[in-house]
Structures are given as structure tokens and as C-alpha cells.
């Protein structure tokens, strides 16, 4: 028996590898593309692109190790169920329930691997993410708005143009910039313009300097005008990741359980080992297959249910964050109902076809 645990365990830990690999090459890719775009239009520099990629690694680990786990246990169970290894360890004195505990060793280690991300890893590298990428944005003042190329922020809100630039690139000569206000349409003109970001609130202003603002609705003769000397435009708002204070960059020790937010984050940590190990039993349940089909039967129908299982967990920790569902409550009920999933797959999987 000790042969056919190595066996099993063997084949998960081989497939989990592969899995793993693939998907979080493929998370962390995208992300990466993200941060070059970023670097390309003067947010960061490109010495700060692998260390944010480094950071955002073990966000990606936890969140990618679960669904991994899945399809492993479903890839696994479904080639011993389909080539009739399950069969022959039945017959040979292995039970279901033993051949579950066999494939429980594994579980659990990746489970212990994600609570460990989870609950000290992850919070200290969002930490240091947060700290670089606020240095960043308080001491990086390349261009934003390259020269000659309209530029469009706020979801589309605001177009922005410089005609040219000086040789440092942080100047702007004869900038233009359009704001959609509801129904009302904002146009400025100004012959210079510098940006700057604000220490505080992590935003970046364009400073323009001698210019005249028409406000007014389009199609409208009617246009308020006001000339300046200098005038403050935000052009990009803080995208938070400055802040330190966010619940998912504190340590697990200093969530306040006085606090929603807190409560939802601990939840939410709680809950990604508790994804892996319950998925992963339902998982084996769901696994079963008639000998001689597929091994990858069972594929989209474990893939639905495990995904069904994480939505459901992060849009009730978004109820609890914003206060729309107690605390109390949470993401407990989720788990008990998948817990009674696993149950029923396990115990179907063990009656004779």
C-alpha cells in the first residue's frame, strides 16, 4: 500500500506542477504586460517592473494554487477512474476512503502553502509593493502625456494634448485638455504645463500656466470663459495602492475585528486554504468516470463548480467590506453548502456504476 500511495500522490504532485506553473505564468504575464504599459507611459520606471512583479507573486500563488489543485485531483482521479488503476486498488483491499486519505497528504500540503501566503506573505509583499509604488509616484516625474499623441484618462472623461515638450520631457508647451462633464463639455487651453504628484493623496495634477477654460453644452453658443494665470488639473487620481492602511496589506495580527473591512479580509484569508481543501475533495468525488472514457470528462463540470465556489466566497466578502451583509454571517455558508457538495460527490463516487 505504501507503493500506491507514492504512486497517487506522485501523479497529483506531477500534475498540480504542471498546472500551477502554466496558470500563474499566465496570471502573472498579463500583469506584467499591465506595468509595462504603466512604465511606457511614465508611471514607473523600468528598474520598478520586476520588483512589482515580484511582490504581486504571491497574490497570484494563493489565488492561482487552489483552482490548480482542482484540476489536478480532477485529471488525476479521472485517468485512475478511466484506465481502471481505481479498480485495481479497490479490489486489491484499498477503499475509497483510504485512497481519499492517500490524496489528503498533498491536499493539505498545498493547503498549508496558501495559508501560509495568505496569512503572512501576501500582506508583507502588498506592503512593499504599496511603499515602491508610492515612491514612485512621489518622486518619478516623467512624462505622462508624451508630446504630439492625445491622451485619454478617466474611463474616456478626459482627452489631454501637448503640442510639444522641452528636452527634459517635464515641461509641456501648448497643451489642450477636454473634460466630459455630464452634458456639459470643458475645453482648456494653456501655453505651458508641469505635472507634479501629490504627496498626500498619491494623484497626479498638471500644473498649466497661462490659459483660458471655455465651459459650456455642446452645440450651445452660451460658453462660460475664464482666463488664469495658473491652474491645478487632476489627471490621474490615486489608485489607492499607495496606501499601507488597506486591510490586505496589514499583518494578519493587526486586522480589527471592530472594523468590517478587517473582518472581510480575514475571512477572505481564512477562506483560500479552506477553497483547496474542500474543492479539492469535491473535486475527487466529481472525478469519477467509466472506465475506458476520457480522463478529462470531468473537466468543465468541476471547473464550473470549483469557479461557482470562489465568485460566491469573493462576492460575499465584498458584501461584509461594504457592510451589506453581517459579519456574523459572512462567507461561512458558502463553504458549509460546498462542504455538503464534497460529501455527496464522495459518497456517490464510492456506489458500484
Excluded at 520631457?169 to 505635472?195: C, K, N, P
Aim: proline share 4%.
Amino acid at each position: 500500500m505504501v507503493v500506491a500511495f507514492r504512486y497517487v500522490n506522485r501523479e497529483l504532485a506531477a500534475v498540480f506542477a504542471v498546472v500551477f506553473f502554466a496558470l500563474l505564468a499566465i496570471a502573472l504575464g498579463g500583469r506584467f504586460i499591465g506595468y509595462m504599459q504603466d512604465a511606457a507611459l511614465g508611471r514607473y520606471s523600468a528598474d520598478a517592473l520586476w520588483l512589482l512583479a515580484g511582490f504581486r507573486l504571491p497574490e497570484f500563488a494563493q489565488l492561482t494554487a487552489p483552482f490548480a489543485l482542482i484540476l489536478a485531483v480532477l485529471i488525476t482521479g479521472g485517468r485512475l477512474h478511466a484506465e481502471g488503476e481505481f479498480a485495481a486498488l479497490t479490489s486489491g483491499g484499498a477503499s475509497s476512503l483510504r485512497i481519499s486519505r492517500w490524496l489528503a497528504a498533498g491536499v493539505l500540503a498545498v493547503a498549508a502553502g496558501v495559508a501560509s501566503l495568505a496569512f503572512v506573505v501576501t500582506p508583507a509583499a502588498t506592503r512593499a509593493a504599496a511603499e515602491l509604488i508610492s515612491e514612485q509616484r512621489s518622486t518619478l516625474l516623467l512624462p505622462s502625456i508624451p508630446p504630439g499623441v492625445f491622451h485619454s484618462f478617466d474611463h474616456g472623461r478626459r482627452v489631454t494634448y501637448a503640442e510639444d515638450a522641452d528636452a527634459q520631457g517635464r515641461r509641456l508647451l501648448g497643451v489642450f485638455m477636454s473634460d466630459h462633464l455630464g452634458q456639459d463639455i470643458a475645453t482648456t487651453w494653456a501655453e505651458a504645463g508641469s505635472q507634479y504628484v501629490d504627496a498626500e493623496t498619491g494623484s497626479r495634477f498638471l500644473l498649466l500656466e497661462r490659459g483660458a477654460r471655455y465651459e459650456g453644452t455642446a452645440g450651445d453658443a452660451a460658453f462660460d470663459i475664464v482666463e488664469f494665470e495658473r491652474l491645478g488639473r487632476r489627471i490621474e487620481p490615486s489608485t489607492g495602492d499607495g496606501s499601507s492602511t488597506k486591510a490586505a496589506a496589514l499583518p494578519t495580527g493587526r486586522l480589527d475585528p471592530g472594523n468590517v473591512a478587517h473582518v472581510a479580509e480575514l475571512q477572505w484569508r481564512v477562506s483560500l486554504p479552506l477553497l483547496a481543501v474542500v474543492g479539492a475533495f469535491a473535486a475527487l468525488g466529481l472525478a469519477r468516470v467509466r472506465q475506458r472514457a476520457g480522463r478529462f470528462a470531468r473537466i468543465v463540470p468541476g471547473t464550473v463548480l470549483f469557479a461557482a465556489y470562489f465568485l460566491s466566497c469573493a462576492a460575499v466578502r465584498g458584501a461584509v467590506s461594504d457592510g451589506s451583509l453581517p459579519a456574523a454571517v459572512g462567507v461561512w455558508p458558502v463553504h458549509g453548502a460546498m462542504v455538503l457538495v464534497a460529501l455527496y460527490y464522495l459518497r456517490r463516487s464510492a456506489r458500484p456504476l
